[in-house]
């Protein structure tokens, strides 16, 4: 797997300590209550919210609402290195931040939606 984009699983549940050795997580929640462990670090869910995991850190979820939203999985290696510098330079730049609050009139749905729905159609 080197890219999967998904909609975020709108369960009430508490999940295992785990990590993904792999790929990067980008995480978009525009709904749900709870909490969010990274490494040593506890977030309140409070949405909207961007969540940027890098390959190995730790982290679960303990929800009391049910959460929405989508997840982009990848690896580094997906993109290609000159025609995409710009977006490698952003990962590069993405590397210490963890958590990135939204102002609810900013969260890209629209964009998460089209996104996803490209990802659907299994084109390359």
């Known amino acids: 797997m080197t890219l999967k984009v998904s ?3 709108e369960q009430i549940k508490k999940t295992k300590p785990h990590k993904h050795d792999e790929y990067y ?3 978009f929640l525009s709904q749900g209550e709870g909490f969010h462990c990274i490494e040593s670090e506890k977030f309140m869910v409070s ?3 961007f969540y940027f995991l ?3 850190q730790l982290h679960f979820w303990q929800f009391t609402s049910i959460p929405k939203g989508y997840v982009i999985l990848f690896n580094k290696s997906e993109f290609d290195a ?3 510098n710009t977006l490698i330079e952003l990962i590069r730049n ?3 931040i963890t958590r990135i609050k939204i102002q609810p009139d900013k969260f890209p749905t629209n964009l998460l939606q089209e996104i996803f729905n490209e990802f ?3 084109n390359k």
């Open 82 to 84: 000159i025609k995409e």
């Open 7 to 9: 909609r975020f699983k």
């Open 94 to 96: 993405l590397t210490e």
């Open 54 to 56: 890098k390959p190995g």
């Open 120 to 122: 659907q159609q299994q």
């Open 25 to 27: 997580e980008l995480i």
């Open 47 to 49: 949405p909207p919210d």
